[in-house]
């Protein structure tokens, strides 16, 4: 098993910025792909962006690009999402989640394995 831990949501204005981090526990973390996918109310939930367990490879969906940025840091169990400029579309709970039977990072929701309980972001205008 792998426990999550998100965190870094909170309330913000347009254009500032946050940093999310997942803090895992449990299994070997290292050798799990990670992602973070978000859920705005009333939709479903969407991938955002994910990374290998090297840290080599990133996927990120294209209203993110240029704007977030996932990283890990495998001596600490922890992944980010830096976020900057942000917009009131990016108001959502993020969630992260373990890729477990694979080092290759997914843009699929039925690759990951485990999830955690999720931190809300809220962009106001």
């Known amino acids: 098993q792998v426990q999550l831990v998100e965190s870094g949501g909170g309330l913000v204005q347009a254009g500032d910025s946050l940093r999310l981090s997942c803090a895992a526990s449990?299994?070997?973390?290292?050798?799990?792909?990670m992602g973070w996918f978000r859920q705005a109310p009333g939709k479903e939930r969407e991938f955002v962006a994910a990374?290998?367990?090297?840290?080599?490879?990133?996927y990120y969906v294209d209203f993110v690009k240029g704007r977030f940025t996932i990283a890990r840091d495998n001596a600490k169990n922890t992944v980010y999402l830096q976020m900057n400029s942000l917009k009131p579309e990016d108001t959502a709970v993020y969630y992260c989640?373990?890729?477990?039977?694979?080092?290759?990072?997914?843009?699929?929701?039925?690759?990951?394995?485990?999830w955690g309980q999720g931190t809300q972001v809220t962009v106001s205008s």
């Open positions: 989640g373990v890729r477990g039977r694979s080092t290759n990072p997914s843009v699929g929701i039925r690759d990951y394995d485990y």
């Open positions: 449990g299994r070997t973390f290292s050798r799990y792909a």
């Open positions: 990374i290998s367990w090297s840290g080599s490879i990133t």
